[in-house]
Every structure is written in structure tokens, then in C-alpha cells.
């Protein structure tokens, strides 16, 4: 399963597994490099931060309280 996942990067625009490696890398500001050799921390606590920075304090607002209504 490992080489498949490591043909499908190499093959970048060639494969799906390619195209969402760079669109990953493109979205979160990472050099592909990185990517492919496990440099990148892709724990939760990375995402949340990322997300966390990427909005306003009225949009969590709005997403704790829909989170209170449900």
C-alpha cells in the first residue's frame, strides 16, 4: 500500500492521490517535499490552530452557538 501511495505523489497532477497531496500542501502553505518525506506534524492540534487563526471571533461565535443549538 506504501508504494502506491508513493507512486500516486510522485505522479503529482497525474493521480488522485497526487492532486490532493498538492491541494493539502497549497491550502495549509507546505512545500510538497515536506509532505512526502513525513517532515509535517499532521496531528489535530495543527489543524485547530490553522483553523482557529484562519477565522474571525464572531465566526466562532456563530459556530459555538449553532454547536449549543444542535
Known amino acids: 500500500m506504501r508504494s502506491v501511495a ?6 503529482k497532477y497525474d493521480s488522485v492521490i497526487g492532486r490532493n497531496a498538492l491541494l493539502c500542501c497549497k491550502r495549509f ?3 510538497f517535499s515536506d509532505f ?3 517532515k509535517l506534524s499532521l496531528s489535530n492540534t495543527n ?3 490553522f483553523h482557529n487563526l484562519s477565522i ?3 465566526q466562532r461565535q456563530s459556530g459555538l ?3 449549543e443549538l444542535l
Open 47 to 49: 489543524f485547530e490552530t
Open 6 to 11: 508513493s507512486h500516486g505523489m510522485a505522479a
Open 29 to 31: 502553505d507546505w512545500l
Open 56 to 58: 474571525t471571533h464572531a
Open 65 to 67: 452557538f449553532l454547536c
Open 36 to 38: 512526502t518525506s513525513g
